[in-house]
């Protein structure tokens, strides 16, 4: 079982930047492949980010290519999303997801999940 607890999130201006962490639970963190989703109000969660169990492997939404980066810290069980040159239509629920499968930006293929973290940028 993997708990995640996303934080970070806040009201930021547009153009600013703003870096989300997600600190898992548990011994198999370092095992697990991990993704950042966000949810606008009034649509679906999206993919944003995943990561791969050593760091080798980075995949971005093309939303957020050349402005965001995710990383981990195995030993803080700690995940990262860096959001720089941020737009109001980046304003979301930020959701953490952790998967003991391959890389995916399917939700289906994340097990487990956060609470979220909201960001909201401004005009």
């Known amino acids: 079982q993997v708990q995640l607890v996303e934080s970070g999130g806040a009201l930021v201006q547009a153009g600013g930047s703003l870096r989300l962490s997600c600190v898992a639970s548990?011994?198999?963190?370092?095992?697990?492949?991990m993704g950042w989703f966000r949810q606008a109000p009034g649509k679906e969660r999206e993919f944003v980010a995943a990561i791969t169990w050593s760091g080798s492997t980075t995949y971005y939404a093309d939303s957020v290519k050349g402005r965001a980066t995710i990383s981990r810290d195995n030993a803080k069980n700690t995940v990262y999303l860096q959001m720089n040159s941020l737009k109001p239509e980046d304003t979301a629920v930020y959701y953490c997801?952790?998967?003991?499968?391959?890389?995916?930006?399917?939700?289906?293929?994340?097990?487990?999940w956060g609470q979220g973290t909201q960001v909201t940028v401004s005009s």
């Open positions: 997801a952790a998967t003991g499968g391959i890389l995916t930006t399917r939700e289906r293929g994340y097990d487990y």
């Open positions: 548990g011994r198999t963190f370092s095992s697990k492949t």
